[in-house]
């Protein structure tokens, strides 16, 4: 007979390994399993260890120890399964999951209720009945709490979860201080919402009734937080109970909600501004054990899930501050929608950064107000998983799904959640599971779509008087209590209302204005103002010594050897290009005490293999970076390849630009035409930031850009796109043709005394050009050109003007050459936006005798910049157009049709006359 038939009986052979683990060395296990086989009596069965049945003992395995191992499939099953049996939903009865948790589905029947089973050990009971078993699982894992956790793969955080469940029954057992507080806070989110109900009747407020124990939830893990050295606290969350989380939690005046609901004008006439449930707050707060905090709400759009990103990208950047030792003293934390969470594909974007080099913060706590409900669409529409937080399971993160009618619980798994990030510095989720009491805002009807539902939700008592009864049974609190402290709150509420209505005007607090001193915000005025971005050649020699040589004793790929050491050649032969102006740039801002950040899809090589920040070592894939070895004093270079995402990434680093305003914060594109993929944050975020929410940003995007013949997605950056996209003074664009212009573009970024986005097109044919090159003293004494004139001609002799920008120049150029003219001038824009537009004017008077100007354009003429040119540019309209048709798609799959109208355009720059209506008929 097998050693393990009894197991094998009792289906589980994870017990008969161990259990033979157990038998070789019993330290090695668990301790609730080790006391489970130390206090049992086997009886006469003696196995050794290699299977053999010990001589004389008898072979029959008695009915009570398979019993034993049926009891442990059942603690297996409570553990396992056990939340889809809770009762978490307030409003609704839980679907029906099968197979249930009755025992006979583990072998066992109602006669074993009394008999008491070893098996208790393991869940700290010791030996203990069958029914005392089962209350006590019962209470764990199928109250008001439920916990999905048995998929984690190490077994430490196992043990730490189950020890944590096994304290009082996974039970709370709070002070009667504690409990007041909850009640209070708990007060403060109804009493809120249903003042801003009778005050601003019909105003939409997406209130957070029927999900206020968000409050006291989150208000918990900021005071405990605090104890555990949590230092700062960022967090993300979309409109639903935004308002009574800003005054409630993160201490905005309810004068300056008030003042936003009366729909005042805003005090500076430059700035948009946003509705009230979108605004960002900063604030201090001391906690009740004089611990300081500092609390962040960052803006976010109507587009749910899109701050999530931003909100990991502000925390990084915060934790990569000097006067941050430990990454989990900045705590992050993202408040979903349960629609939104299931729905997005951001969310899974940034979860799967979680544990990413360039984008962990150690953790986040993800809490899910779940209404059950998406504006009209019911849950099971929603989504095909069993819940909505069933994207944690891609980092094996926990889950708590909690009744939100049952406070303490609620206050309850919220610490769980905190300690956990804490102790394993992982991502935890809680499913606040309660509902909407009224439409997806205060104007809707929700008993068009939902009308059973709806009919319960009439009925259904707030948390706070569902609470209040508790402490009134328990006797915490006598009949009153509820009545004066709500009266108390809106006492004040009503002062804030009358201290509003004195002001004309609402004015609106910069978020994270400490991180922004000493920066201004300014106008297109100041944008065209020059900026001395100089430095020194002898800086300049320096950088380009430390990234030219890598250490000596270590072995490289040979090619990679060489490409490194050329850097020294091209500075020496006075011939930097393209990469060289990029290394330069950096270093020398390092120099400065400026920190650099790039990151994107191969950024550490380049896409095009011109970068190479990183250098790894032959035999041991080691990395190397140069450009942290210039000075023991400079500023931090991080460089990370991203995981393929574009809108996460863009939005992370957004965040961290945001938080970082002296960081050179650059997400590249691996091709321009990529970038589309992050739209949502380009609109939303990117160019109207700052005039939406009063935020400044100085977020580079790089843009690989120009028609090589790769076809539709290898060819546009869409730079009409963000064209469009540019007004008064909300950010720059650049399409740059020179080395020394890009470095000098990048070092601009940071020198001027103010921050704005730079969306750049950069080139690919262009990195290995042989005429794009510069020379070291264009880097050191030059600035930023947004013209660059054509130096090569006489202007008295120029008949044809033509205007172009970025790689376009260079296909003119060779052509201008072959043909030999001298009429032609060749003018390049190297800043699209704000347009240089009396740098223009000025180059057409000095060309006066040209009675032909053309704007010239690689692109389609419906893409490009001969839109934006017509917009901006008045004179432009009188010019002739030298672009390829309109298209839908940028450019031709075919490498030689490509080639053709290519070809084309550039025929027509020189000779207007080949613009024959064959052209459009293709």
Known sequence: MDKYSFLNAAHTAYFADLYDQYLQNPDAIEPSWRAFFQGYDFGSENYGMDGEIVEGVSTQIPEHVQKEFQVVKLIDGYRSRGHLFTKTNPVRARRKYAPTLE?????????????????????????????????????????????????????????????????????????????????????????????????????????????????????????????????EFVMGMAHRGRLSTLTNIFGKSAKDIFSEFDGKDYEQKVFDGDVKYHLGWTSNRETYNNKKINLNIAPNPSHLETVGAVVQGIARAKQDKNEISDASQVLPIVVHGDAAIAGQGIVYEVVQMAKLDGYRTNGTIHIVVNNQIGFTTNYLDGRSSTYCTDVAKVTLSPVLHVNADDAEAVVHAALFALHFRMKFKRDVFIDLLGYRKYGHNEGDEPKFTQPLLYKAIAKHKNPRDLYAKRLLDEGTIDEGYVKHIEAKYKEKLEEKLEDSRKEDKTEITPFMQEEWKGLQRVTEIEMMESVDTTVSRDVLKDVAKVISNLPKDQKFFRKIQRLVESRQTMFDENRLDWAMAEHLAYGSLLLEGFNVRISGQDVERGTFSHRHAVVKVEDSEEEIVLLNHISESQGQFSIYNSLLSEYGVVGFDYGYAMASPNTLTIWEAQFGDFSNGAQIMIDQYISSGEDKWKMSNGLVLLLPHGYEGQGAEHSSGRMERYLQLCAKDNMFVADCTTPANMFHLLRRQMKANYRKPLIVFTPKSLLRHPKVISTVDEFANGSFQMLIDDEMVDAAKVKTLVFVTGKFYYDLLEEQEKLGRDDIALVRVEQLFPLPAEAIRATLKKYENADDVVWAQEEPRNMGAYGHMLMHLEEARQWRAASRRPYGAPAAGSSVRSKIRHQEVIDYVFDKSKNNQTRYKE
């Open 103 to 231: 025992i006979e589905n583990f072998g066992l029947s109602k006669s074993d209720l009394n008999t008491v089973f070893s098996a208790g050990e393991i869940i700290g009971i010791g030996a203990n009945t069958l029914q005392v078993i089962i209350d006590h699982l019962e209470r764990i894992y199928c109250d008001s709490i439920g916990v999905e956790y048995m998929f984690i793969r190490k077994p430490e955080e196992i043990q730490w979860i189950q020890d944590k469940l096994n304290i009082n029954d996974n039970h709370p057992q709070f002070t009667v201080d504690e409990k007041k507080y909850i009640l209070k806070k708990l007060n403060e989110a109804v009493a809120f919402e249903s003042f801003l109900h009778t005050k601003y009747v019909g105003q939409k407020r997406f209130s957070l009734e029927g999900n206020e124990s968000l409050i006291p939830a989150v208000d918990a893990i900021i005071e405990r937080a605090a104890d555990e050295g949590v230092k």
